[in-house]
């Protein structure tokens, strides 16, 4: 720092000098500090970042000197705090443990919907220390876990049945430790004794010879509406993909009817981590694509207790059901069949070569189906077959998913119904989704899309006459197949028959739908032939009504009767009735 030198050239000047000399210190002290502090609290390894320890504040005294503050000993190994070069402390190893158990455990507990309180973790070779003991921990969080068993038969170690020790999850009268999932029921039939979810912490299991009956004892031991769920590893590593192909295929045998794959960033031993989970039920995407706020509030009312570092919730939860791109890039490489490949290609970007015919180029007026049919959509241009239609429109779709539809019947029908305002409310609700709605079960178990424009118009093509549809409708059924997807009697079991295997293309193992839900639910709509100016769009509403698996065989007739029914000019739409004060339920 350079000297002050100033002549003072009377008595008058020496406050003014004072004054200056002495903000000149302060500054210079302030500047030292300012260096001492970012010399010792910014975190070498972090970019920069402060460590939040220099900012706690003690007015205690320091029991040692500056000079002689005690040495921090540099720890290693199983036991204690881990310790850095620098002598910044890092996780025990049972915090890094956790950091993998977290995306493991809760995603599967906070959509578990099976009245099971049973949970199983599979420990391969009877491991039951490391990953095991810290999925178990974690589990044992869960108030409504009324038991959880530790299944230790499976691979090289046989029937052994290590004994339990404390140290893995401390004395908890909720844990048994099993050779086989079948426990205390030989025949595995007992409902009451299927497990509500069952982890398996990694994927030994599935690349051993002994896969097959390992993975049918899994199957066998899981409800209907229980859960699999299954660590995959670490993407970073070399051998990862052909290890993932494998057991994505060898599960795609199980007939699972909801399969999605999930990642984590920060997973403590590992850069990466990822995991698969799995369900036969169709409903399974209601919770798992629940709002936020479920998983916000589950956390609050289902865990025992809450740390300063869990970090699981509704945030958490979007991240891990929206899949990465790497796996919808592998799924896309590995399939070339007509309808997946068609698909991807669609999906994955949509041709540039393809016109898309905006709102102006269609008006709204009365349908030439007749009064019943209430109001038509109509080009005002010509429509090659194979253009757009109003694809950019497509973004701003409604979407009621099946948590709203459910305040919608349940609360404000069942509970307020008899408030006029109420009930005005739900009435109008009800026709705006229903009436210009169609159903999906894509991801959910039930939820509806309305178009946000004029393409809501468009009404039901009567005996196969639709030219609107999907950009990819065609190419997953037969011309065949989609001549019979009618409203027609004669033609309903063959109907049924299409939409099954049309909801086959939803089921299992499709990373893409995670990704492109409301593209596919709410966009792709394309001319199916050339539509002539002044003509009226059509589409078919027998793919709107859902999937059977979801509703049923016996709903689905009874939906496709009413269409059936307004064709033949016996009845009218729900927007009709509305319109007219004849509405009813």
Known sequence: MRSISKSVPGAAHSYDLTLNVATTLVACATAVAISFVAGTCLNSRGGGQLRPSCFSFDARPSPHPPSSLPPVPRQSGRKGRLWNASRRPRATEAELRRRHAEPLVHPAMMTWTTDSTKIAVAAWDGEVDGAAAATVREILRYKDVKRVDVVTGYGGNGDAVPSLSSRH????????????????????????????????TNDAGLHSPQ??????????????????????????????WGRYDDVVQFVGEYSFYAVHVYEEDDCGTMTRCAFLIMSRSPTFGS????????????????????????????????????????????????????????????????????????PEAFEVRQSTLGEGAGRGLFAR???????????????????????TLDV????????????????????????????????????????????????????????????LGSIFDKSITTPEECANLTEEAKKRPWALAGLSKLEGIWKGYNPILNRHNYLISGGLNCAHSDITAGEELFGNYVLYQGSVSVIGEEKMNNLLSMIDSECRGESIGIVKKFDSNVFDY
């Open 408 to 467: 919608i019947d349940k609360t404000m029908w069942e509970l307020l119904s008899d408030i006029p305002e109420v009930e005005e409310i739900v009435d109008m609700l009800f026709s705006y989704y229903e009436g210009y709605g169609y159903s999906g079960s894509i991801l959910a178990g039930k939820e509806i899309f309305v178009d946000s424009g004029i393409l809501t118009f468009a009404n039901h093509g009567c005996r196969g006459t639709n030219n």
């Open 287 to 358: 919770s798992w694509f629940a709002h936020l706020l479920f998983f916000d509030f589950g956390v609050h009312n289902n865990l025992l207790e809450r740390g300063p570092n869990d970090r699981f919730d509704g945030t958490a939860m979007e991240r891990y059901r929206t899949t990465h791109r790497a796996y919808q890039n592998r799924f896309c490489g590995g399939h070339r069949d007509a309808p997946l490949s068609q698909m991807c290609g669609a999906l994955t970007g949509i041709d540039p070569r393809l016109r898309d015919f905006p």
């Open 381 to 403: 241009v010509d429509i090659p077959a194979g253009s757009l239609i109003m694809e950019r429109e497509a973004v701003n779709s409604v979407h009621f998913p099946e948590s």
């Open 169 to 200: 999850w401390g004395d908890d009268e909720r844990i048994e430790l099993l050779s086989d999932f079948n426990g205390d029921d030989e025949d595995g039939k007992l409902q009451s004794n299927k497990y509500a979810v069952i982890f398996l």
């Open 211 to 240: 896969r097959r009956s390992f993975f049918d004892a899994v199957s066998k031991a899981s409800p209907i509406d229980g859960s699999i769920v299954v660590g995959l590893g670490d993407p970073h590593t070399q051998g990862f």
